[in-house]
């Protein structure tokens, strides 16, 4: 199920949003055409979040301990290849300028680092002697799918259906798609090479973040 655009109008300019995918896309940009091969591929070493690292840098590398830290924030800006940016650029487009209309542009800015925080210490304690780095923004846009499932419920997301070689677009309600989303991650957790317990993490945030403070709060209805 690849989500195209939603029916939920918005008041005002998602400004943090579209700041956050224009960072995304230029350190993109940057690691994968402009930088040569080699110092692309350092970046992940640098400024993925390595949880072994992590957790040893309080324990016994205390001169890490800055360092270390600061890599929960940037490793949400980078990406290991098109389809991985593309895919999380995507979800925070159509998912997150609803959430900064609903928490406000400071608000929006606080939660989606919030939410990736949670997701990295989520993933980061289930498998705490990793030397993957954990990188990309979907721990982040996680909790954005969390808090819209509270908040848009009903409203409609016009959607890519690919069933082996069968294609449709259709449009399936936001509990169904987001629901369906969220338990794939325990579907596939098993598959290696994706922090999916930082999407689970990251979400069960965003959900109950949503439902303490804006299922209260609910304005407008969805357009059918």
Not at 17 to 38: D, K, R, S, Y
Not at 42 to 64: C, N, Q
Not at 195 to 223: M, N, S
Request: aromatic share 18%.
């Amino acid at each position: 199920m690849i989500p195209l655009k939603d029916n939920v109008p918005t008041r005002t300019f998602p400004i943090i949003t579209v700041g956050f995918i224009f960072v995304n896309i230029i350190i993109f940009v940057w690691q994968h055409i402009i930088l040569h091969a080699p110092a692309g591929a350092m970046m992940y070493t640098y400024f993925g979040l390595v949880p072994k690292e992590f957790i040893a840098s309080f324990i016994s590398r205390h001169d890490l301990l800055p360092y270390n830290v600061m890599t929960i924030f940037t490793s949400m800006f980078i990406h290991g290849g098109f389809l991985h940016i593309i895919g999380n650029m995507l979800y925070l487009w159509i998912f997150g300028n609803n959430i900064e209309d609903r928490l406000g542009h400071l608000g929006f800015f606080v939660f989606y680092f919030i939410s990736g925080i949670c997701a990295a210490l989520f993933q980061l304690f289930y498998d705490p002697s990793s030397e993957i780095p954990m990188i990309g923004a979907s721990g982040a846009v996680s909790g954005i799918l969390g808090a819209y499932l509270v908040c848009y419920p009903r409203a409609r997301i016009k959607t890519i259906l690919i069933i082996v070689i069968f294609i449709k677009i259709v449009d399936i309600p936001a509990v169904l798609l987001l629901t369906a989303w969220f338990f794939m991650q325990f579907l596939y957790a098993n598959v290696d090479g994706i922090a999916w317990y930082a999407h689970v993490g990251g979400f069960i945030f965003g959900l109950v973040f949503a439902f303490l403070f804006l299922a209260r709060r609910r304005t407008g209805r969805a357009r059918a």
